[in-house]
């Protein structure tokens, strides 16, 4: 079986080396080996082994009814998007690791493989290595999903935890990050929590079976996290997580990004350095955790693969999936409640005024005082530190 990955950069590198290193076990249990017949890329490529496979106009891959399965490690809308359609419609299945696509045009491009009879597939899109949305889609099919939590940005965990053990300031960390490979060079999606939205924002679309618009969901990263916030958390005996969090809600959801502190007992706790983890609730299975490498070449690659052979398997038989372009409206993100721990210049008497009962957190700064408050919407949040004013920064309790 003939088969082409559009976009020769770390994941499609890493396809073709897990196709290369581990062919006969893919093709025991493909039923048949996947050759790779072309490589997509502007590049040239001279002296690596797939030099002769390198071709520069996607049309060349939809041309040849040979080929069957095609991969889409891109990146970005478009031209991925173009190039993805174009695949589909010419009944070739496709598999990507591109969140960004899947998060902008998932329900569409399932459609569009549905009508030919092939599939769309992205396990490697949430959690890299991770397998979640086919246990998901497959295994807890009986179940009704009431909560997805997860760590699914190694970057943003890599410098949470940095910042825990070393005390360092967050410029600091973000540089070793850079220097490792665990950041990019534009480190905004990542330390933002763009990326953690759009994973969150596929999930939340596929147990709602309805799409859901990352930009509609509160998103805040960690790039205002100090040195200092990690004092007061060793001082809760409490960990700083990036958490991408959906929680079922009446007959929609409320879903937030947000940094998080938790405590020992919280099962994301001990997720430290750049692995990813996703907690799932479901109504029958109950509490479950999927944890692993949730991003890197191969780990995620490996992910990709795992879909081409789902896709040999069902060659002729579109798998289902249930993600319909109507828009979900989202539940309303201020009814949620929270604990919120706040550090603020405002004496006592001012908090007590603006907030009611608190529990005082003391570090021994003279020019400032930590607090945590009891359980508040996050509407009712904002109204008390408006009133309050003199807010240095708020961080939720997990």
């Known amino acids: 079986m003939k088969v082409a990955i559009m976009g020769y950069g770390t994941i499609g590198s890493g396809v073709a080396e897990v196709l290369k290193t581990n062919g006969d076990i893919i093709a025991a249990r493909a039923g048949e080996p996947l050759t790779l017949a072309y490589v997509l890329d502007l590049r040239d490529f001279e002296g690596d082994p797939i030099a002769d496979k390198i071709v520069h106009d996607y049309k060349a891959i939809v041309r040849d009814r040979d080929v069957k399965i095609v991969v889409e490690t891109m990146g970005g809308v478009e031209p991925a998007y173009t190039f993805v359609k174009a695949m589909l419609e010419a009944g070739k299945h496709v598999a990507t690791s591109n969140k960004a696509l899947v998060a902008a045009k998932g329900a569409e491009l399932i459609r569009i493989a549905r009508e030919h009879r092939v599939n769309f597939l992205f396990e490697a899109a949430v959690g890299g290595g991770i397998p979640i949305i086919r246990p998901l889609m497959s295994c807890l099919t009986g179940d009704v999903i009431e909560e997805i939590t997860g760590i699914v940005n190694g970057t943003t965990n890599y410098m949470m935890t940095e910042m825990t053990h070393e005390g360092s300031e967050f410029d600091d960390v973000l540089r070793d990050a850079q220097e490792k490979g665990y950041a990019e060079k534009d480190p905004t999606a990542d330390i933002e929590g763009y990326d953690a939205c759009r994973k969150i924002a596929i999930l939340t679309s596929l147990v709602a079976e309805r799409q859901v618009d990352f930009e509609d969901i509160p998103t805040e990263g960690i790039s205002k996290i100090t040195a200092t916030d ?76 795992g879909d081409m052979v789902d896709m040999a398997k069902h060659i002729d038989k579109n798998i289902r999936l249930r993600w319909e372009p109507e828009k979900l409206q989202l539940a309303d993100a201020g009814q949620q409640k929270n604990r919120f721990f706040v550090r603020t210049t405002a004496t006592e008497s001012e908090i007590e005024t603006s907030f009611g009962n608190v529990t005082y957190i003391n570090i021994d700064l003279e020019d400032e005082i930590g607090f945590i408050t009891g359980p508040m919407k996050e509407c009712d949040y904002v109204t008390c530190a408006g009133r309050l004013g003199q807010v240095i920064g708020m961080i939720r309790l997990g």
């Open 230 to 305: 990690i004092r007061y958390a060793k001082k809760m005996d409490r960990a700083i997580k990036l958490l991408a969090t959906m929680r079922a809600e009446g007959d929609s959801y409320t879903v937030r990004v947000a940094p998080y502190l938790l405590p020992p007992e919280h099962p994301l706790y001990n997720v430290n350095g750049v692995f990813n983890a996703i907690f799932v609730r479901g109504n029958m299975l109950g509490d479950s955790m999927f944890y692993g490498s949730g991003a890197g070449k191969l780990p995620t690659a490996s992910a990709v693969v």
